[in-house]
Structure formats: C-alpha cells, structure tokens
C-alpha cells in the first residue's frame, strides 16, 4: 500500500514538473537544441508568404533569418493561421513568432515582446465604388472583415463594424472585392504591396490612422535572456546596414519608425 502510494505522489510530482530545467522556449533550450523555431502564417505578403517557387519568403522570414544567425543556431517556421499562431506559442510549437504583432498591453501581460522592430498604420480599404464609406466613423453598422484577434479586428469592431471572420489579409481582400464585406482595416504597407502587384485590383485606401503602430518579436512570458539576446540581434542587424537592405527590398524605404 505504502509503495503504490508513494508511485501515486511520485507520478503526480512529474505531471506537475516541466519536462527540463530551462523554461519551455528559453534561450537555453534554443541554444541546446541549436533551433531557433518561429511561428509565421506563410499567407500575409510581403511579411511572410511564399514565391512563385513555393519557398517562404517575405520580410518578417529574412528578420527571423537574421535573429536566428546572431543567436548561432538555424531558424526553423512552422506555419499557421493568424487566430492560432499566438495560442501555439503557449503550446510551445514554436520559440518565437514573427508575424507582425502588435505590441499591446493584453498582450505583454501574459507574453514578452522584443523591442519594436517595424511600425505600420492602420488604413481602412473598401470597393472603389463605395461611396458610403470615407473614414473610420462610417464602419458604424457595416461588415468589415478581419482576422478576429488582430489589432485591425479590435479597431474595426470599436468603430462599430460587424465582423466577417477571416484567416488573413488576402481573404479580407477578397471579401471586400466579392462584396460580402463592406471594408476591412489593415495593414499599410500590406495594402501598398498588394497594389503593387494588383494595381487593377478595385480596391482603395480611404482613410488612415494618424498614429503609426509597433510590432515586436513575441516570445513566451518569463525569458528575459531571450528577450535580451533577439533585442542585441536585432540592434546588431540595423547596425550593420542588414535591416536597411531587407527593408528597402520589400519597402523601398525605412520601415523601423
């Protein structure tokens, strides 16, 4: 009886330890395994999507490249949709996610961020008829559609809108081309790429946000050497002209402030 229940507290001490010394996603464990995993969509040009070849590719790929070559380890992206990549970082799927997240107080309250590596405002995209919608305020009762957990979905929905799920930015396009949303709010640069490649496509930016918003590496709670090592990564990367080069190659200009 003894020995059954000395097994019993035995295996319930081992449910309740981690399974190593370091933190699930520390420094330690990225060193030891010499991966530097990140969590990306794949889907979201020019930041993370794939090229005629099939390869990832994109801005927030080649700084996740960089990040992982200072650390002295490989970078290895394991892809997901935007609603899941945060929840995956929890589960321990990945060290990092680099995806264009926005520094937020919700956020850094249970993960922690890098220090900003890119800012972005928020521009408000319609059909080019529409002559319904001008500014944000006119999204009061109309359907916008956006990933549900982003920045652009919380804005959408605080001016009012009703929102229409998506799994990105390319499908919130399609919806607003389709009809079967009315706007979306995203991102400014995403929307200048895409113009790039699509100048034909019947869509337009009719307003933006005046203030300009951060996003950062997100790494799980608790690892302030990680934090530490990505943010000299990343000091080290704009330093050696290695950021300007990435930057003007999908941007054409500075996109770090």
């Given at each position: 009886m003894k020995k059954r229940l000395f097994a019993l507290v035995s295996?319930?001490?081992?449910?309740?330890?981690?399974?190593?010394?370091?933190?699930?996603?520390?420094?330690?464990d990225i060193k030891q395994s010499g991966v530097f995993r990140v969590g990306t969509e794949g889907t979201y040009a020019p930041f993370t999507y794939h090229d005629a070849s099939g390869k990832l590719v994109g801005f927030d790929v080649e700084i996740g490249e960089e990040v992982a070559?200072?650390?002295?380890?490989?970078?290895?992206?394991?892809?997901g949709k935007w609603d899941g990549l945060i929840a995956g970082l929890s589960a321990d799927r990945y060290d990092a996610v680099?995806?264009?997240?926005?520094?937020?107080?919700?956020?850094?309250?249970?993960?922690?961020?890098?220090?900003?590596?890119?800012?972005?405002k928020a521009v408000l995209i319609v059909k080019d008829d529409n002559e319904e919608i001008k500014g944000f305020e006119d999204l009061e009762g109309k359907r916008a559609a956006q990933s549900l957990t982003s920045n652009y979905g919380k804005i959408a929905e605080n001016a009012g809108a009703?929102?229409?799920a998506t799994e990105g930015f390319d499908q919130s396009i399609q919806l607003v081309i389709t009809g079967r949303a009315d706007a979306t709010v995203n991102d400014n640069l995403s929307f200048l790429d895409f113009k790039k490649q699509q100048p034909d496509a019947p869509v337009e930016a009719?307003?933006?946000?005046?203030?300009a918003a951060a996003s950062g590496i997100i790494v799980q709670k608790g690892n302030p050497d990680l934090v530490v090592a990505i943010n000299d990564a990343l000091k080290d990367i704009k330093a050696d002209g290695t950021y300007k080069r990435i930057s003007d190659k999908y941007f054409g200009e500075d996109v770090s402030q």
């Open positions: 295996l319930a001490i081992l449910a309740a330890t981690p399974a190593s010394s370091a933190f699930a996603g520390s420094l330690d070559k200072r650390l002295g380890v490989e970078p290895q992206f394991v892809e680099i995806n264009q997240v926005g520094i937020t107080p919700e956020r850094q309250q249970r993960f922690d961020f890098s220090d900003p590596y890119i800012v972005s009703t929102l229409v009719v307003a933006a946000q005046s203030e």
